[in-house]
C-alpha cells in the first residue's frame, strides 16, 4: 500500500500529509454535489492507507480539474494534481469506464465532439 501512496505523491508533486482536513477543498467545489465522497476525503483516504477507496470512488471522475480547491487551500496543496494521479493510477490498471459501443448513436450524433473526446480520454485505457 505503501508503494500505491507513494506513487500518488510521485505522480502528484503533492505533499499528501499538509494536510489537516480544514474543508475549505471541499467547501468551494462546484462539482461537489455529484460526488459520492468529498474532495477533502479523497486525501484523507490516501492519508490513511485506503487508495483503493479513492480510487474506487466516482468523485476522482467528476472532478472537472477547475483548480479551485487549489487556490483556496490554506497549505498550498493542489488537489486537482492528486485528483489527476488518481486517474492515471486507474487508468493504467487498464479499466474502461466508458465503451463507445454503448453509447448510443443519437448521443454521438448530438453531443459536442470535445465532450466525447474529453470524456474517452478521462475514462478509457
Ligand atoms: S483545503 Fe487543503 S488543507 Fe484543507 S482539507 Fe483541502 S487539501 Fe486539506
Ligand atoms: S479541481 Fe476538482 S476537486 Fe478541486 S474544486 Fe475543481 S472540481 Fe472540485
Not at 502528484?12 to 465522497?37: A, E, T
Not at 471522475?61 to 488537489?79: E, H, K
Request: some cysteine; hydrophobic content about 40%.
Amino acid at each position: 500500500m505503501q508503494e500505491l501512496i507513494d506513487k500518488v505523491a510521485e505522480l502528484s508533486g503533492q505533499n499528501l500529509y499538509g494536510c489537516y482536513q480544514c474543508g475549505k477543498c471541499s467547501g468551494g467545489c462546484p462539482s461537489v454535489w455529484q460526488m459520492d465522497i468529498l474532495p477533502n476525503e479523497v486525501i484523507r483516504l490516501v492519508q490513511t492507507k485506503r487508495v483503493d477507496d479513492a480510487l474506487n470512488s466516482k468523485t476522482i471522475w467528476i472532478c472537472a480539474s477547475c483548480f479551485t480547491c487549489t487556490v483556496r487551500c490554506p497549505r498550498g496543496i493542489d488537489l486537482a494534481k492528486i485528483m489527476e494521479a488518481l486517474r492515471q493510477i486507474h487508468l493504467r490498471r487498464n479499466v474502461d469506464h466508458i465503451d463507445i459501443k454503448k453509447v448510443a448513436q443519437g448521443e454521438i450524433n448530438e453531443l459536442p465532439p470535445i465532450a466525447l473526446v474529453g470524456n474517452f480520454r478521462k475514462q478509457t485505457a
